[in-house]
Structure formats: C-alpha cells, structure tokens
C-alpha cells in the first residue's frame, strides 16, 4: 500500500579512499580451533507476577490513591495559577486607571 521509496544517488557525494594496509603479523602459537558450546537453557514459562486476591485488591487501592492524589495536586497548582493570574489582571486594570486619571488631571 503505502511503500518508502529510497532516493538513489547516481554520483557519490564523497570520494572515499581505502586506508593503507597495515602488515599483518603471523601469530606463531598453537592453531586455533573451533568448539560446539551448548545453547543456553531456556527460560522458565512463568507468566509473570502472581499477586493473591488481597494483594491485588491493595494494589488497585494503592493505585487510586495515588491517581487522587497527583490529580488534587494539579488541580491545587492549576487553582493557584488562575488565582494568581486574576490578581495579576486586577491589578493590572488599577494601575492603568491611576496611571489614566493622574495623566488626565494635568
């Protein structure tokens, strides 16, 4: 359906040139062989972490709680942002109808 399709570039972008071959030193100890090792056991086919029912209940309970927490958190800090940010724009409309009244007074 949808396939990438791989830009070719006729002409290479930079020229690369073989590094020099260094002298190869012959190894003059005992010939080296190869050996079979066994593979590797398998691994246990247990599915995972078996928790009981009471655990699995504090778990869940455990897991609440912290999503009531963190949210009341947030909800605390996104409160004390518009608190602060209203105070801000308060404070904002009073200083520019000081500033527009001393101005107009002149």
Do not use: D, Y
Request: charged share 5%; glycine share 8%.
């Amino acid at each position: 359906m949808l396939r990438p399709r791989v830009p070719t570039n006729p002409l290479p972008t930079v020229v690369i040139h073989p590094a020099p071959e260094a002298p190869v030193e012959k190894h003059a100890g005992p010939p080296m062989t190869l050996s079979q090792h066994s593979p590797a056991p398998a691994a246990p086919a247990s599915g995972g972490v078996h928790l009981s029912a009471g655990a699995t209940v504090a778990a869940i309970g455990a897991g609440t709680v912290a999503v009531l927490v963190i949210g009341a958190v947030l909800v605390g800090m996104f409160l004390a942002i518009s608190i602060t940010a209203g105070s801000l724009a308060i404070v904002a409309l009073v200083a520019r109808s000081l500033l527009n009244s001393a101005h107009h007074q002149r």
